[in-house]
């Protein structure tokens, strides 16, 4: 089949490639609709590796995803060919401690679509297990049902946040996880999110998203919004979204005694921070990876207009200029949010 592939020497061709991929009872075959390019797509695009997983071999990419079935396993009863569905990519071993305890998405043996040296979706169909295959509302979309995978990850970290109805949270960074982190929390209960991010046009499509308050750094103090927003008192959640690890030692100054930090984007090196700054305040600290049980959740309150991420696909670009979406992606404008193909 014809597909997105990234060869070893971090070449991107549209070209033929094998994929031999047999339906099982309990599978459906999907053929897509629309696919994202996230970060970790564009990551592997420039530097051929996250951490331990390498691309040694050919590897199709894309995992942020939404299509039609066109074929059901003879087990499988919950979908129907011509239903439209999106996908989520990561299936675990069944039988792992992990699945069995519910924590499928920390699975050691998970295989996740675009992560080496598993295959991805840029391509027109592909085989993918029901339980993990979920029907799309009528008024959702193919491109707002590949974007229930990035705002999993904000839902996932809404939840670790155990958000109380009425808290005050800071997003910091206003890229596309950074904004569906914020939806995520809004629609988990918090009055108002306060956003920040250097870049002015992204925090202006913030503030258009509900009641976010941007805070730009180089312009007025992030901590001096916060204490006027509370009569000093704080902010009660901090997620953090940059995975800059500049930004570690900065973080507990706003939150409010027993606050939270929720650690969402993932920094390339260790960071350090003052643990007495947290500990003075009883900060709890959380991590989120990937996301686990929130799919259905992010697809009912897209159905119900709770989350709206419609003005976060800033862009879309054909199968056949494939490679122009990955070079926009790699540099994206200051504009842009959110890369989508359109299979």
């Known amino acids: 089949m014809e597909a997105v592939v990234l060869e070893p020497n971090l070449d991107l061709n549209l070209r033929d490639i094998e994929v031999a991929e047999e ?30 997983f390498v691309v040694n071999a050919p590897m199709i990419l894309g995992h942020e995803a939404a299509g039609t079935v066109v074929e059901v396993g003879s087990e499988v009863t919950e979908l129907n060919k011509g239903d439209r569905v999106c996908m989520e990519p990561g299936v675990p071993d069944p039988d792992s401690k992990a699945t069995q305890l519910g924590l499928y998405n920390l699975d050691p043996q998970v295989r996740f679509w675009a992560t080496p040296p598993v295959h991805g979706v840029l ?7 029901a339980k993990f295959t979920f029907k799309l509302p009528e008024n959702v979309s ?18 670790k946040a155990r958000i109380q109805p009425g808290d005050l949270a800071i997003v910091t960074g206003a890229g596309p996880i950074g904004m569906v982190t914020a939806l995520a929390a809004l629609a ?3 009055s108002k999110v306060v956003m920040t991010d250097f870049v002015q046009p992204k925090l202006d499509l913030a503030a258009k998203l509900g009641p976010i308050v941007p805070v730009n750094p180089r312009e007025e103090s992030l901590n001096g919004m916060v204490n006027r927003m509370t009569g000093g008192w704080g902010a009660d959640i901090v997620f953090e979204c940059t995975g800059s690890s500049h930004i570690a030692s900065e973080l507990f100054e706003p939150l409010a005694p027993a606050g939270r930090v929720v650690w969402v984007g993932m920094p390339v090196e260790p960071i350090s921070f003052d643990i007495v700054a947290a500990e003075v305040k009883e900060i709890r600290i959380e991590t989120v990876f990937r996301y686990a049980h929130v799919y259905d959740r992010a697809l009912a309150l897209m159905e119900s207009g709770k ?9 879309t670009y054909p199968f056949e200029r494939s490679d122009q979406a990955f070079e926009h992606a790699a540099a994206m404008p200051e504009s842009s949010i959110k890369v989508q193909v359109r299979m």
């Open 307 to 315: 989350i709206d991420v419609t003005p976060l696909i800033t862009d």
């Open 23 to 52: 339906i099982g009872p309990r599978d459906v075959r999907v053929q897509l609709n629309r696919v994202g390019i996230c970060g970790s797509d564009v990551h592997y695009y420039k530097h051929g590796r996250i951490g331990p």
């Open 188 to 190: 988990g209960g918090c």
């Open 142 to 159: 193919f491109a707002e049902g590949a974007m229930v995978e990035p705002l999993a990850v904000g839902m996932h970290a809404a939840k």
């Open 123 to 129: 391509r027109p169909t592909v085989v993918h297990p």
